[in-house]
């Protein structure tokens, strides 16, 4: 079967004081029908515009300088914006943002926003999409969807407005839905709740989901597949037991030490040294080498690409063996 | 438990809602920080937890209740020496620096206005504040927008270190930051508490690194503390329902199957306080009772230490949060 959404070789370029450079440098990836992509980084490593640049909703100053967004079969036009070819592919996905405020109009009610698609997009009538809304809201886990139907944004809690959030997503019928920091404005309760309730919308209606969030701990609940990007690079991706527990990449088992772990108390969380570097200034070769333990010279000279490593399992290491087999010494020890 | 350092006995902070109602942000809580401990404040947004924080660096006025330091009474006016004695650490190292000063600016100036160190001292002890906080001492010419985030939150401890705090606040200090560098913070904080023996109250939503970091933990929920205890205690055998939801909720690296949620629904307003026990409409343990009489913090059974604001607390947990 055909990847309902494909990405090949996808760069945006941005530009800051004048100077372009590559926020998101050649990455690609796929998504099956009906499955979970998640997509990992630090603040900065360009996986939220690399969702905004499948949308084509690239901030200004942005662009898709080269590579192909391919949704069920048909290529979209990447320009910002773009209403040309795969307008309608477009319109078969959604995005959700971190900070429902900020996303939702304040000045109508969440069922007028929720309604707007059914009613403008899929051409139902007014009482047609006003059903559809209310639905909607039920779908989504909000109590007396009637009394909610005519609440501004002001007036609901973060949990509420993330979930009013995602049944604006979904009114348009899209097939994938992308999440972009969907939780990290909430408490763990409810986030707990949010996670579950995306959960159900892949099983009960074969959503497909593309998840970019910071936090590991939430992606291994939700996705079976990951991405891990650094400075708009892919550095690993895999199915996501198998990267979280034989990370290839030295940049994810970084991320993996770094984390305290909430069961294990006397776990000594290991800091990655160094800091992110400028994106104008990028280091050579392997952008991660100058924080890396197993960097040799070679790491700085050699452009480092996605290679197999394991089933369905890649990473853009030189040393990806040898940390294979540290970690697996380590762990014995 | 050695001499406590801070006391804090039945404070309660109230602000003024709309249509002339009551918001109670802190209601009767009581604890104390004995000296050179780390204490974690632990509870979801609006559950008070940094109004607290603002209490005891005198902040914010407590409308009832007390806040004392080596014994005495402090409050919103202070003694120079005990405003010092307490210093705040802000999540957002971006917005607590002032964006025009250099970081020997903003570290000279509070030197020169306590009167820490004499005039001609004031450039080593800069460098030393540099070094303690872990940043090479030519970080003292830079701007605050020279630096990234970790670099910013080290520059904000360092300036609560200039003036010789015995108690530091952290309110949520890692929480803006990124894993990679969280540690390193971390890191500091257990440093600067086994160098200089600091007292250390530390709010975070972030169970794993209060978990990592506290001798003591307390459970906030709707400005009351529900859990109180042990680090191990409270983490190991969590007796009220919701130190247990937040338990199951916090996000696991190799959690490979979704989490159920155990708790319904979403925090009520602080302003419209449920009857009984706070947190009843969300329990999944609550009976008749819960929704009458409030649980006050009381000891439970098997522990000096451990204390728990349930009717059930005497009961072991259902579904006992189970480590990998």
Redo the contacts between chains.
Sequence with gaps: MTPILEVEGLVVEMTRHGVAFRAVDDASFSLERGGALAIVG??GCGKSLTLRAIMGLLPSGGRVASGRVVVDGVTLDTAAGGRGRGHSQRQRMSIVFQDALSALNPVATVGNQIAEAPRHVLGFGRSASRQRALELLRLVGI?DPERRYRAYPHEL????RQRVMIAIALSSDPAILLCDEPTTAL???????I??LL?ELRAERGLSLVLVT?????V???AERLAVMYTGRLVETGP??AV??TPRHPYTA???A????????E?E????PG??PDPLRLPSGCTFHPRCRFATPECATTDVRLEPVGPDHEAACLHSDELATTRAAGNRG | MADALIEVENLCVSFAAEHGRLLRAVDDVTFQVAEGEVVGLVGESGCGKTTIAKCIAGRVAPSAGTVRFEGRQLGLKRATKDRRAIQMVFQDPYSSLNPRMTIRQVLSELLRVHRLVARADLEERCVQLMALVGLPSDALDGLPSQFSGGQRQRIAIARALAVEPRVIIADEPVSALDVSVQTTILRLFEDLRSRLGLTVLFISHNLAVVRHLSDRVAVMYLGRIVEEGDRESVFRDPRHPYTRALLASAPRLHQIELVRPTVKGEPPSPIDIPTGCSFHPRCPRATEVCTSDTPRLERVRTSAVHFAACHFRDETSPEAVQGP
């Design positions: 630090e603040s109590p809690s973060g949990g509420t408490d763990v309760t409810i986030q707990t709740q996670l579950a959960a910071h936090d590991l701990g939430v291994s609940q939700v996501t037991g979280l527990a970084g991320l993996l770094a984390a305290p772990n909430v069961d294990a108390p776990y969380p290991l800091a990655i800091s992110l």
